[in-house]
């Protein structure tokens, strides 16, 4: 057994067994009470699942295991200009233990090993007009190499359920290895007439993606290590997530779970939601004729926007009542790297104007940025300005948290997801018994 498979099987087959007796004592506590309007609401806040390789706080935003993105960014181990690798971060959202600089380029040279991709899945890609949102043509890759699940061979061919966990360990490196050279690939056929770049084994997993890219700027490389890094998981209630948690319990293999997350992760309300800002930041400087509008400028603008019933892309959040520190991590990267930049400039102004403009609104619960308010305008910069791939980008960090909660849910023996719904007759029929008691 490999030396992370090892650790993983240690930890988990311990906390399996200390959750058991946990619950077998204290099931019956309560964790929560559900409001009418939080069924309504879309579930926010409702605690119903497990969840072990990150916690989102309102106020502080996300913990890896515990670790702000500032402390990662501290002890981590680096790339060449000092951005953590996000192997790292898998590493220690699999097992909870920070890897020294070894165990990370071990875990590098994992990735290169399994990163062969079907090659049906680049075929079934080509077949596909290049203007197929890059999105779309992302799932349709993970599904394709499904045909390599380790999880759905096994299976099939008779595994016990607490062996789960092997083959979804194993589907999980193999998916991470290969997603670099898939995305890669969507991005050289869509936007540059197909012609693609050979992988460069002297790289860790996010430069030799940037290398793949096309972009060999060493400054995009380490913003790619910070990027992977950032958006890799946001505990288990959003959207792309949950799908993902969801599918896995039907026992769908990690390609086909993974895949359905990145659906949702297409929705302009989550993950697709950086393609729109940059978008919405494009037009709104078409409309002004300047590169570098003022404050007041924006404004109006913004205002404009809401007038047309739209709302502001990156800004808000189902969870967090903050600047998103992801928001604040690229910031800081942008001061350091590119303040000069008219359009991360745009950015930061608008920073400074939307938060009041939606707060006035009196409805938005969380006027600050999100995690999608910043990134497309440093990609702009390092010449990545198609923003319909966006969300691929983001989709290939997100492996990293979903896939290492997948392994823990299976070796966790987590059942089958089948919460209740209710009909408007049995809340009509609710309430009014709350009335007569
Ligand atoms: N611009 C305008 N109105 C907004 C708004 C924004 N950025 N954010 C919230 N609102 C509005 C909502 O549309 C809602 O209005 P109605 O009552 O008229 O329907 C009201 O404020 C209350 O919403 P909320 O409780 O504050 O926010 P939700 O939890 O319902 O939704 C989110 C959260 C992210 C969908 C929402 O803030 C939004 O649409 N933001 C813009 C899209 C975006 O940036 N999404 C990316 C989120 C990060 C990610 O998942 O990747």
Redesign the pocket.
Same mark, same amino acid.
């Given at each position: 057994m490999d030396p992370l498979k090892q650790r993983f099987y240690e930890k988990a087959s311990a906390l399996t067994k200390e959750m058991k007796a946990l619950l077998k004592e204290h099931g019956q506590l309560k964790a929560d009470e559900v409001t009418l309007s939080q069924i309504f609401g879309?579930a926010?806040g409702i605690k119903m699942m497990m969840w072990e390789t990150s916690e989102l706080d309102a106020n502080e935003g996300i913990r890896f295991r515990g670790y702000s993105i500032p402390q990662l960014q501290e002890l981590l181990p680096a790339g060449p200009l000092g951005e953590p690798k996000p192997e790292g971060l898998f590493w220690l959202m699999l097992v909870g233990e920070i890897p020294t600089a070894e165990q990370v380029d071990w875990l590098s040279e994992q990735f290169r090993l399994r990163a062969t991709v079907p090659e049906h899945t680049f075929t079934m890609l080509d077949s596909l007009p290049t203007d197929t949102h890059p999105m779309t043509q992302f799932i349709l890759a993970i599904t394709a190499m499904q045909t390599d699940s380790v999880f759905a061979q096994r299976y099939a061919e008779g595994i016990a359920k607490a062996d789960y966990w092997d083959p979804t360990y194993e589907d999980t490196l193999n998916i991470i290895a290969r997603l670099p050279k898939v995305a890669a690939y969507i991005y050289r056929r869509s936007f540059h007439g197909g012609q693609h770049i050979a992988p460069d084994p002297q790289l860790d997993w996010a430069a030799n993606f940037a290398h793949m890219l096309g972009i060999p700027d060493p400054g995009f490389q380490s913003l790619m290590r910070l990027y992977m890094t950032i958006h890799a998981d946001?505990e288990g209630g959003?959207?792309s997530a949950h799908t993902v948690h969801l599918v896995g319990s039907t026992l769908s293999d990690p390609y086909l779970s993974f895949a359905a997350g990145m659906t949702a992760l297409a929705g302009?309300?989550?993950?697709l939601?950086?393609q729109?800002?940059i978008k919405w930041i494009f037009e709104m400087l078409d409309e002004l004729g300047t590169r570098t509008p003022s404050k007041e400028q924006i404004a109006d603008y913004i205002n404009r926007t $809401?007038a047309e019933g @739209?709302?502001?892309?990156?800004?808000?959040? /189902?969870v967090l009542r903050q600047p998103d520190p992801r928001f604040m991590a690229q910031k800081k990267y942008a001061e350091a790297n590119l303040a000069d930049s008219d359009i991360v400039q745009v950015v930061w102004k608008v920073f400074e104007v939307a938060p009041g403009i939606?707060n006035d $609104?009196g409805?938005? @619960?969380?006027p600050w940025p999100?995690?999608? /308010?910043h990134s497309g305008a440093i990609l702009v910069h390092y010449g990545l300005t198609e923003y319909s791939y966006y969300t691929v980008l983001f989709g290939v960090s997100r492996a990293l948290g979903v896939l290492a909660a997948s392994c823990w849910s299976r070796a966790m023996g987590m059942p089958l997801e089948r919460p209740k719904s209710l009909t408007s007759e049995w809340v009509k029929n609710f309430i009014k018994k709350q009335q007569e008691a």
């Open positions: 879309g926010r946001h959003n959207a302009p309300l989550h993950g939601a950086n729109e800002v $809401l @739209k709302v502001i892309p990156g800004y808000g959040h /189902a939606l $609104l409805k938005v @619960k969380n999100n995690v999608d /308010a």
